[in-house]
T-cell receptor, first 116, second 114 residues
Framework: EPEVTQTPSHQVTQMGQEVILRCVPISNHLYFYWYRQILGQKVEFLVSFYNNEISEKSEIFDDQFSVERPDGSNFTLKIRSTKLEDSAMYFC??????????????FGPGTRLTVL | DAKTTQPPSMDCAEGRAANLPCNHS???????VYWYRQIHSQGPQYIIH???NNETNEMASLIITEDRKSSTLILPHATLRDTAVYYC???????????????FGTGTQLKVEL
């Protein structure tokens, strides 16, 4: 069964450093998402991406964050200058083309980001 | 998105049915009820969704009241592997151009025990 993959599984970085989290969505999917979950808290929406542009973003997704689909298969989340409070599990998700009633989002296993 | 209310935790004996309630009294006519679950720090997993009719798939059944103000997710024969946080989410029926985000609450922690 096709699945969303994410790399790395765990990223440790120093405060102020840039990190790039990578995701490979399911191949025929057209909608892509990033969510995060701080330890012990809710899963929070960050951004959705469609047709090579951001379609929606949350208040969390400020100028320090960016997303890109550089090569038609990868979907990346960049944090330019990490802060301690960016430490969280980051989940990528994708959805098949619109018009499908199910509209199920498939989530990857997550990348645990630790900012020291 | 409509707000949902779920009990913070529930226990269930293995092999028995787990019935997880959700209140969504402010749901509007164009909103579906979705259920996802998250097994210990893994990515959330879709379970089932419905609009107004009861639904069943290989994982679970979804019972939606006639007034659509509440629903119940039923795992007919719970196993230890069903121990997870279960999220009830309502979201619009019609996709925007970029798809619909999921707004997660705190969910119900289901613990299945021997």
């Amino acid at each position: 069964e096709p699945e969303v993959t994410q790399t790395p599984s765990h990223q440790v970085t120093q405060m102020g450093q840039e990190v790039i989290l990578r995701c490979v969505p399911i191949s025929n999917h057209l909608y892509f998402y990033w969510y995060r979950q701080i330890l012990g808290q809710k899963v929070e929406f960050l951004v959705s991406f469609y047709n090579n542009e951001i379609s929606e973003k949350s208040e969390i997704f400020d100028d320090q964050f960016s997303v890109e689909r550089p090569d038609g298969s990868n979907f990346t989340l960049k944090i330019r200058s990490t802060k301690l409070e960016d430490s969280a599990m980051y989940f990528c998700a994708s959805t098949e083309p619109s018009g499908r009633a199910r509209n199920e989002q498939f989530f990857g296993p997550g990348t645990r980001l630790t900012v020291l | 998105d409509a707000k949902t209310t779920q009990p913070p935790s529930m226990d269930c004996a293995e092999g028995r049915a787990a019935n997880l309630p959700c209140n969504h009294s402010t749901i509007s006519g164009n909103e579906y009820v979705y259920w996802y679950r998250q097994i210990h720090s893994q990515g959330p997993q879709y379970i089932i969704h419905g609009l107004k009719n009861n639904e069943t798939n290989e994982m679970a059944s979804l019972i939606i009241t006639e007034d659509r103000k509440s629903s119940t997710l039923i795992l007919p024969h719970a196993t230890l592997r069903d121990t997870a946080v279960y999220y009830c989410i309502v979201r619009p029926r019609i996709l925007t151009g970029g798809g619909n985000k999921l707004t997660f609450g705190t969910g119900t922690q289901l613990k299945v025990e021997l």
